[in-house]
């Protein structure tokens, strides 16, 4: 046998000596793979919002920069000195969105620069729908010319109290769907083997009402009604479960 083949034929053996390992465990990994059932458990609660958030839009024109900046800010203040005197405490107040820009006029195809505008956001937070939501919109009602609207949510307080439950339910639901597919498929015995828990949004179909007001005279107003609607809090978990085929 001449040198280069026997330098070719050792080249082979080492390759099929490096390679037949790998088939080996690739083989037993194969015939280790363990079967699973896996299931999405899924829970779902309707809750009654127990606070509200009002978004107030404050805006201004003037011709200089600094009279609708100075006419903004006092109408700022006087919402936040209206809640104070309101006597509502549970409330919480945000002051964000300041943007002041130039007051462009468009009128047939041109457009002229008259002055400038300024606008800012505000939020409330009312905890208390039934004792001081009536009496903080009726404050804004009295107090100047803005918009704004009033989105019933659920308080964080109020979610982490349902979250042991909503989680209970999913695990169950899991466990049912488990159980049925075992049944079905006349597996005898399911054995719990991996549980996935990622943190979850619940699903919010909050009511929105939107109102714009002008300041009257309190004998004019009426008082305003609400009525929210329930909101859905959700969870969901996936569960696996192993068994042995044959079973």
Known sequence: MSFELRQKNKEIMKKTLFIL????????????????????GKSEISVMPDQALIQVTLTEKAMKVADVTQALNKK???????????????????????????????????????GYVASQNLNIKVKSIDKDLVKVVETLHQTTDMGFNIQFTISDAEKKRYQ??????????????????????????????????????????????TMAMRAESADLLEEPVFSPEEQKLSDQVKVAYTFTSGN
Not at 21 to 37: F, G, K, V
Not at 186 to 198: D, M, P, T
């Open 21 to 40: 390992p790998i088939l080996l465990l690739s083989l037993t990994a194969m015939s280790q793979e363990i079967a699973t059932i896996e299931v999405e």
């Open 76 to 114: 700022t203040k006087s919402v936040k000195d209206a809640l104070e005197k309101s006597g509502v405490k549970e409330y919480d107040l945000q002051i964000n969105n300041y943007y002041v820009n130039v007051n462009r006029v468009y009128a047939k195809g041109t457009s002229k620069d008259s």
């Open 164 to 209: 042991e439950e909503l989680l209970k339910l999913a695990l169950k639901d899991a466990q049912s769907k488990a159980n049925l597919i075992a049944e079905t498929m006349e597996i005898s015995k399911i054995n719990l083997f991996k549980v996935y828990h990622g943190a979850q949004s619940p699903e919010y179909r909050p009511m929105m009402k």
